[in-house]
Each structure stands twice: as structure tokens, then as C-alpha cells.
């Protein structure tokens, strides 16, 4: 080493080193306010934006001080993933923020809206304020001069949408923001009358990326996506909150109002809506001040295109008749349009690299519940999971063109209820799982595509109701209407018999209520479960390979006979929620109002349903059709959609039937549902009892006789499952002392049955009771022990 770079090094090591962090702070420090100003690129409006491109500084003047505003992140390019959710167009937390300034320095505060003082007494509201924290989100120095001018590279370079806790909840790595990696897309700052948007195109590195990231990335240790910060003026006054109410049938916020009388809720909700003014107030129909308007995503292709305008403007007919003329209206975004701004109602159609739920997003005001921006989501491929299907049902049809036309008037149908469901939710409306039993009253359910036999074929020529619901209806006028008439309409629902229930009372297994459930069809989910089964055996019987697709390879047919197969899936579901099921509704009106079980016969027929889709009758696979089902060609692989087996590569129906069977034992063995009717049975001796539950259940599989032929497989799989799922609900802490006792009770009297049967059968059946003794006597022990040591998954079903 020369005596010169020696010198160098060593003084290097005894001086302060100068970071890149550093030595920008100090050239940041050397401007003026007014400098930056005029040499860089400006953004003027809500928020005044400069941008230095020789520095890539991006400066924010803070000339709005102790104003509140809004802070909303989006993802304007999204990650691709169902399985991770970071899809293009998603909206993140809407945030109530302020800036503040403190010496040199300017902090943007999150404030704490959940908790208030409602009252003009502004010693109490600031009582409340000091009560609870508040966050604060950045800091930044001021530079020198009159323009508060403040860089904020720190404040946008940064994962305020939450990026990398979501990679680390959905199991994909531990990803950490690169700022080395991260720049601000200065084309993409921009500033408005109302709102200020700032684009961010931020990279995430991690040493061992998730399955999930490596298939959506080119290199999944460097994972970028483009974020934005929008800062959005809080709506102007004269918008009038809505108190909620549960049979309103809508979305709600809540927060907690210290300033209510002791003997009034302290919790107050309200419920979400857009504004929407008439011209002439009152109940008469009226022209509107200004129409609620969703702009349609341009690149959506047809015919896809115009039925999803087609179902969206379903709405205008509920708003019209609600009174307001013109009230709502859809059009396709303008070319020069951006999809995020938060002046757009959007409804985007979103590609992922799986197919996954479409969601309806929306950005309120959190003073207040007024929507300020609607946002739907559709995912692009759950559409061809509905054509799919219908391949299927229309497999046998000799009229092959019929067959494909009438594939894809089913998948239109659908994509016009999805849109108007998602909308839905964009206006302010919560789910309707009830709808279905309700003459299909509401867009707002999940709906299963109708289908039926008409002389010995499959038909699906009205798979889904067009145009919304007398339920949808009513929300529009209860919500948006003049809300003096509000306790007219409430009665008005309970006279007509509207059933509306939402969300928690429907979709958990443990749910009760017996008329709300997904993806279900008919007043009576019972009767509609026989009638499906015989469409499922006949779409199974009649199967073949005019399923596929033009030039598809045979192995993929497996693939379009899984949903076949499956096709009471969610029927089960329905039927299943009689064992221990209830009634009841959320109209609140009156003092008689109470909830009952479902009545004795009814609970009944619900189990010989059930059982009876148990039988292996039910669960066989037809030689012929088992025999199509080939395995995958050359580079072809199986996915998720495919039956897993225990059989290689071939087709194992063994493997199906334990699927379904887990299914429906499952439903059937839920816990809580166990305790209903345990409940149930202690109230009243008539009522269906886990005694006879389990009696009808053993008795129709273990105790079965187990002749050889085509059908001993699958009913000792079936038995397996049986004896598996009696096992889980037993040690299972939801399961109540009581129930534990009845369970218990029938697996040591099954024991003595296995035992007699074990001696009077051949050898071979002869090994089967003996393992299914061994395996109670070992589960009661062990609550981790499984007669299958890996249970087979089930393919998934939601969404359709």
C-alpha cells in the first residue's frame, strides 16, 4: 500500500463517516423553500407537490395546518396472488390525519376517531381527545424560508398499506421494504381540488420468498409493487348520518360517544351510503342534484364488457323507483381517466394468477359513514370457473352448439349478478345470505346456478334470477329515501315477509339460523338437497369427454368432473343447518319477538337426507366415466382444482368419496351444532337428539352390511370418516360435557358391535372392524390420533 492511500484510509477510519442519508439531509438543508420551489416540478391543488428530478427529493407544503384530511393507500399495480390479496386496484385503511408543526418540524398525526364527544362542549370533546392516543404517523424538518416546505421521500418511501405484515400473515417470508430498491414515480404525482396523489414504486426483498410470490414474480426475492398516497379533503358539509339499524340490511361503522346520557348507548352506529340529493326533496320522485356514477375498467373485453354493464345498471331501475331520477348511473372509464383516483366510482376487473373473490371496497368518511369513493374488484377467472361447470351439466347434450352457447349465457348470467352484488356492497349494502329462501329477494346472496331435469337431460336455461330484488329495493329507499319513512318500511318488510340475515349468522359452520346460507337454492334446503342429488347423479352417470374444451387433452376432464361430483357441496351445507337449527329475524319490532328451534320432522328429514348422501350409492363413480378419467398429459400438471388421491396419477374414487363423506359428516358433527340439539332435546323430548343423530348415522355406515362388490371400498372409507368424525367432535373443547357423555356412550356401545361383527365376518371384513376398534380405542386416548393419517383436501368451491 503507498504511503498516500495509507494515510487516506487511516484517516477515514478516525473521522465521521458521512452517510448517503446524511449527505442528503445536508443538501436538503442547504435550500430555501423558495428555491425548491422554483426549480422543481410542481404539483399544485389540495396539497402543493414539488418534485426536484436532480435530487429525486419530493417536497409537500405544509400550508394546511390542524386541517383534518384523509390518508388512503392503494395498490395501483397489485402483486397478482389470490392467496396473498395485494390485488391491482386494492384500497387500504382510510386514515383521518392532520399536520401539525412543532418547532422546525411538521408531523402528520392519525387522530382517533373511534372514540368522541358528540356534544358542542368543547371542554368534554377535549376530555375525550386527552382520554385516548393518538398516532403519529412522520415527521420531516422544515427547510429555511416562508413556504413551510417539508420533504417527505421518508413519509411515501415507506409501508404505510402494510405490505409486509400481509406477506408475513399469509405464510410468504420475512419481507422487508429495500428504500435502495424504492423511488417516487414523479409523473405520478399529482394534485387536485379535493386530492393530492403521490405514486410509489416500492421493492420488498427477502432471502426465502413464499410459494405464492415465486409463482406471481420474476424474481421473488425482489418483489415491487406500486403504492399509493392519496390525501383526500374530508366532504364538504350538509351530509346527514343515518343511524343503522340491523334490518336495514346495510354496512355499518361505529364508534363510542362519551357525551350520551347514562341511560342512552354509549356505542352509536351508522350506516354507509353515498350522498344523494333530489333536486325537489320530499317522497316525490325527483331528478337528482348529483347522480352516484361507476365508471366501468376499459379493459375489460367483451362479451364480458356489456354484461357487467348490464348487471351493474340493474341499480338505476332500484334508485328510480326509490324516487331519485337518474340517480345512479354507470359509463366506461374515459381513456385519460386513472382508475384510483378517489373522484371514480370504479368498477375494475382485476387478473390474479388463480381464481379468487371479487370484492366491493369502499372509502368512507370516518366521521360520518358518507362513501366517497366506491371500488369493485372483480376477479377474472372465477368466470371460467361457471363455464366450466356448465360444460359439465351439458356434457350428454347431443346438440353440441346448444351445448357451448348455453355454456356461455350461464357464465354471462353470473357475471351480471356479480356485478351487481359487488356494487352493492359499493352502496352501502351488507350480504343477504336469507335471499335465496325468499324468492330470491336480493343480488346481495351468494347464488348456485339453478339447474334441473327436464325430460331425462339437464337443463340451466334460467341459472341465475335477472334483476334486483324486492329486497334490494327496499335497502335503496330505507337507506337513501327520506328517513321519516323508515319505520313505515320496516313494517312494511316484516308484513311482507323480507327474511334478511348477515354475514356472522351464516357462513361460520357453526352458524344456526336455517334459512341463511351460501351458495344455496329453494325455501326448503332439504327438499332442494334430494332434488340436486338426483341432477348430481345424472350430470355423473351421463359425464364425458364433450366437457372439454376444443383441442384440451383428455386428462384434463378430471378437472371438470370435480365440481360434478361436488355439486351439493353447499346444499349440505343448507340442509345440514336443521340439526340444531334455529329461526329468527333482526326486525326488532314489538315485544314478542324471540327465537325457536326448527320443528322435530323437519330436523329429521334433514338427517335421513343427509345420511342418505352418505350412501355408496351416492358416492360411486361409474366405471365407465372412473376410466375416462385419465391421467394428466405430458407437461400438464395437477392444481389445485384437481381431486388429490392415494392412487398416483390415476383417478381414485376411494379418494372422492372420502372427500365428500368428511364433508358431510363434518357438517353434520359441528360442535355447536351438537349442543343446539342437545339443548333442543332437554327442552323438549320431541326434538331430534344427538342420540338419534348418532344411532341413524352408525346405523347407515358402520353397522351396514359389508358385501363385496363395486361399493365395499367406499363404504369403508365412509366408515373411517364416520368413526374419525365422531372421535374429532368429542375432544373437541367446543363440544360441551353433555354432548361428550352421548358421544362417548356410542363409540364404547360401537366397540361391543365391532367386536360381534368382527367374529361372524369373512377375513377380509373381519380386518376392517378389527382396525376400527383399534382406532376408537386409541382415539378416545389420544386426541392427535387420525384412522387417516392425512386426511385428502378438498378442492376449492368458493367462490362461483
Do not use: C
Not at 97 to 115: A, C, D, M, R, W
Not at 162 to 183: C, F, I, P
Not at 317 to 340: C, M, R, S, T, Y
Not at 469 to 485: I, L, M, R, S
Request: charged share 20%; no cysteine.
Amino acid at each position: 500500500m503507498k504511503p498516500r492511500q495509507l494515510s487516506l484510509a487511516i484517516l477515514l477510519a478516525i473521522s465521521p463517516v458521512l452517510s448517503l442519508s446524511t449527505l442528503s439531509t445536508q443538501a436538503i438543508a442547504a435550500e430555501t423553500a423558495e428555491k425548491v420551489i422554483k426549480n422543481s416540478q410542481a404539483a399544485e391543488g389540495f396539497i402543493n407537490l414539488y418534485f426536484d428530478n436532480v435530487e429525486g427529493q419530493l417536497y409537500l407544503q405544509a400550508n394546511k395546518l390542524n386541517q383534518p384530511f384523509l390518508l388512503l393507500t392503494s395498490l395501483p399495480h397489485g402483486v397478482g396472488s389470490n392467496d396473498i390479496g395485494l390485488d391491482r386496484g386494492q384500497l387500504g385503511r382510510t386514515r383521518m390525519v392532520q399536520f401539525e408543526q412543532h418547532g422546525p418540524y411538521i408531523v402528520l398525526k392519525q387522530l382517533n376517531t373511534y372514540f368522541r364527544a358528540s356534544s358542542d362542549n368543547q371542554a368534554e370533546q377535549q376530555s375525550v381527545k386527552q382520554a385516548f392516543a393518538e398516532s403519529i404517523l412522520w415527521r420531516g424538518k422544515l427547510l429555511q424560508g416562508k413556504a413551510t416546505l417539508v420533504p417527505i421521500n421518508d413519509l411515501v418511501i415507506n409501508d404505510l398499506h402494510g405490505v409486509s405484515d400481509v406477506l408475513a400473515a399469509t405464510k410468504q417470508g420475512a419481507y422487508s421494504l429495500d428504500a435502495q430498491r424504492s423511488v417516487i414515480m414523479p409523473e405520478q404525482v399529482k394534485s387536485f381540488a379535493q386530492n393530492a396523489d403521490v405514486d410509489v414504486n416500492l421493492t420488498f426483498t427477502a432471502q426465502q420468498p413464499g410459494p405464492q410470490v415465486a409463482q406471481v414474480t420474476p424474481d421473488g426475492k425482489f418483489m415491487s409493487v406500486r403504492m399509493r398516497y392519496s390525501f383526500v379533503a374530508l366532504p364538504e358539509a350538509g351530509y346527514q348520518p343515518r343511524a343503522y339499524h340491523p334490518m336495514s340490511g346495510y354496512l355499518s361503522e361505529e364508534y363510542l360517544d362519551y357525551s350520551t346520557q347514562v341511560d342512552e348507548p354509549i356505542v352509536q352506529r351508522y350506516l354507509l351510503r353515498h350522498r344523494l340529493e333530489k333536486v325537489t326533496p320530499g317522497d316525490a320522485p325527483s331528478e337528482v342534484i348529483k347522480p352516484i356514477i361507476y365508471y366501468l375498467d376499459s379493459g375489460v373485453p367483451e362479451p364480458i364488457r356489456t354484461a357487467l354493464l348490464d348487471g351493474a345498471r340493474w341499480w338505476e331501475d332500484a334508485f328510480n323507483e326509490a324516487g331519485f331520477i337518474n340517480g345512479f348511473k354507470v359509463k366506461i372509464l374515459p381513456e385519460d381517466a386513472d382508475p384510483q383516483d378517489i373522484r371514480y366510482n370504479m368498477i375494475q376487473w382485476v387478473h390474479r394468477a388463480t381464481r379468487g373473490w371479487s370484492y366491493g371496497s369502499a372509502i368512507t368518511d370516518p366521521r360520518t359513514g358518507e362513501i366517497i369513493k366506491g371500488h369493485v374488484t372483480l376477479g377474472s377467472l372465477r368466470v371460467r370457473q361457471d363455464h366450466l361447470i356448465a360444460r359439465g351439466l351439458t356434457a350428454d347434450w347431443p346438440d353440441r352448439d346448444a351445448a357451448v352457447d348455453a355454456a356461455m349465457a350461464l357464465s354471462l348470467a353470473r357475471i351480471r349478478q356479480l356485478s351487481a352484488h359487488e356494487i352493492g356492497h359499493t352502496l352501502g349494502f351488507d350480504h343477504n345470505f336469507a335471499a335465496s329462501t325468499n324468492q330470491n329477494a336480493s343480488v346481495m346472496d351468494y347464488p348456485h346456478p339453478y339447474v334441473r331435469l327436464e325430460n331425462n337431460a339437464i337443463a340451466i336455461d334460467s341459472p341465475y334470477t335477472e334483476g334486483i330484488g324486492e329486497w334490494d329495493k327496499y335497502t335503496v329507499a330505507f337507506g337513501y329515501g327520506p328517513q321519516a319513512n323508515q319505520d313505515t318500511l320496516l313494517s312494511l318488510a316484516m308484513n311482507k315477509g323480507y327474511r334478511y340475515i348477515g354475514e356472522t349468522d351464516s357462513r361460520d359452520i357453526s352458524a344456526s339460523h336455517v334459512y341463511a346460507s351460501l351458495w344455496d337454492n329453494g325455501s326448503d334446503a332439504v327438499a332442494e338437497l334430494l332434488r340436486l342429488e338426483t341432477v348430481r347423479r345424472h350430470a355423473i352417470e351421463q359425464f364425458n369427454a364433450q366437457a372439454l374444451l376444443k383441442d384440451e387433452p383428455m386428462g384434463e376432464l378430471a378437472d371438470v368432473f370435480v365440481p360434478m361430483y361436488l355439486l351439493t357441496r353447499y346444499q349440505v351445507e343448507a340442509a345440514a343447518k336443521w340439526l340444531g337449527g334455529t329461526d329468527y329475524n333482526y326486525q326488532q319490532l314489538g315485544a314478542g319477538l324471540s327465537w325457536h328451534y326448527a320443528a322435530p320432522t323437519k330436523q329429521f328429514a334433514a338427517l335421513d337426507a343427509l345420511v342418505a348422501s352418505l350412501s355408496a350409492q351416492s358416492l360411486a363413480v361409474p366405471e365407465n366415466v372412473l376410466t375416462a378419467l385419465v391421467p394428466k398429459a405430458g407437461n400438464y400438471r395437477k392444481t389445485r382444482e384437481s381431486f388429490s388421491g392415494n392412487t398416483g396419477v390415476v383417478a381414485d374414487e376411494l379418494g372422492m368419496a372420502e372427500v365428500l363423506s368428511r364433508h358431510i359428516v363434518s357438517q353434520m358433527l359441528a360442535p355447536q351444532r351438537l349442543n343446539r340439539i342437545n339443548q333442543g332435546f332437554m327442552q323438549d323430548a320431541e326434538q331430534l337428539s344427538v342420540a338419534s343423530l348418532l344411532d341413524k348415522l352408525i346405523g347407515a355406515t358402520v353397522y351396514q352390511d359389508l358385501n363385496r362388490g363395486a361399493t365395499l371400498g367406499i363404504k369403508m372409507r365412509v366408515n373411517a370418516v364416520v368413526i374419525e368424525g365422531i372421535l374429532k367432535a368429542y375432544h373437541d373443547s367446543h363440544t360441551t360435557a353433555e354432548v361428550k357423555a352421548q358421544l362417548l356412550a356410542k363409540l364404547e356401545f360401537t366397540l361391543k358391535q365391532l367386536k360381534r361383527r368382527s367374529t361372524r365376518a369373512s377375513e377380509y371384513q373381519a380386518a376392517h372392524y378389527d382396525w376400527l376398534y383399534a382406532g376408537i380405542e386409541k382415539g378416545l386416548q389420544a386426541p392427535e390420533f387420525k384412522l387417516i393419517a392425512e386426511p385428502l383436501a378438498m378442492p376449492p368451491g368458493s367462490p362461483i
